[in-house]
């Protein structure tokens, strides 16, 4: 696949983890770059958006304790996921949209995903 996620596992309550998620080179110079989680018998929803420019969006109730960031040299998108909770566990998927500049959106792609499970 285009995005491939990893970092996933077993993380006790107040833990940390970080999420990895490659991609081509020629997706991650030009995708806004994404995380989104889909937890048991819940619908995905989306985590944090890191754009082209280095801007960072977070969805409200992670702010403070989830970070998107970017590595240039390995192509590369994490997710350093700090405090965990028991509601944190999820298949956490990485997401690369082509979003032009009037807002409408090309090439998307989506990873298979990792799994985290945060428990005791």
């Known amino acids: 696949g285009a995005a491939v996620e990893s970092g996933g596992g077993l993380v006790q309550p107040g833990g940390s983890r970080r999420l990895s998620c490659a991609v081509p080179?020629?997706?991650?110079?030009?995708?806004?770059m994404s995380w989104y989680r889909q937890a048991p018998e819940s619908e995905r929803e989306w985590v944090a958006t890191?754009?082209?420019?280095?801007?960072?969006n977070y969805a409200e109730s992670l702010k403070g304790r989830f970070t998107i960031s970017r590595e240039n040299d390995e192509n590369s998108v994490y997710l350093q996921m700090n405090s965990l909770k028991p509601e944190d566990t999820a298949i956490y998927y990485c997401?690369?949209?082509?979003?032009?500049?009037?807002?409408?959106?090309?090439?998307?792609?989506w990873g298979k995903g990792t799994l985290v499970t945060v428990s005791s």
């Open positions: 997401h690369a949209a082509d979003i032009y500049s009037d807002g409408s959106r090309g090439m998307e792609y």
């Open positions: 080179a020629s997706i991650f110079r030009w995708y806004t």
């Open positions: 890191l754009t082209t420019h280095g801007s960072t």
